[in-house]
């Protein structure tokens, strides 16, 4: 085992957590076709732990359906709320485990919709006040 592995085993987040994590990244920061983003979901469903979850709501009420993933480490569980009409919708509620911090199972700690996105042709340029995203976060 090399140096730096024997240094950071055990830290960080697990393969599995990582993947989850750096998949929902790019559906969540990036443009991409409809076909990649489809194989993205396809690809997150197939990692250990990932769950799908039906009649999930995000930050908006609309209904749609989620992969979930518990992180080992923190006990939270993110989802990734789509619908086949939309591009991806992301709710991080708390695990069911123990309270942490006065914080109870299942209290949702941020829940995120994107409604739409754009292209835009110049650095800092707003796509013509199309673009609108909702987040809220719990007061904790």
């Not at 998949?23 to 993205?40: C, I, M, S």
């Not at 911090?101 to 006040?129: H, M, Y």
Request: proline share 6%; aromatic share 4%; hydrophobic share 35%.
């Amino acid at each position: 085992m090399r140096r730096g592995a024997r240094e950071t085993k055990g830290k960080g987040n697990s393969p599995d957590q990582q993947a989850f994590t750096t998949v929902g990244d790019l559906l969540d920061e990036q443009l991409v076709p409809a076909k990649l983003n489809a194989a993205l979901y396809r690809a997150a469903a197939k990692i250990p732990g990932v769950v799908v979850v039906e009649h999930v709501k995000d930050a908006t009420g609309r209904e749609g359906i989620a992969l979930a993933h518990v992180d080992q480490q923190s006990g939270d569980r993110t989802e990734w709320i789509f619908r086949p009409q939309d591009i991806c919708l992301s709710r991080q509620p708390r695990c069911e485990g123990q309270e942490a911090n006065g914080i109870k199972p299942g209290t949702v700690l941020e829940n995120t919709a994107v409604l739409e996105r754009a292209v835009v042709d110049a650095q800092k340029q707003r796509p013509g006040g199309r673009y609108r995203c909702v987040r809220t976060r719990s007061p904790h």
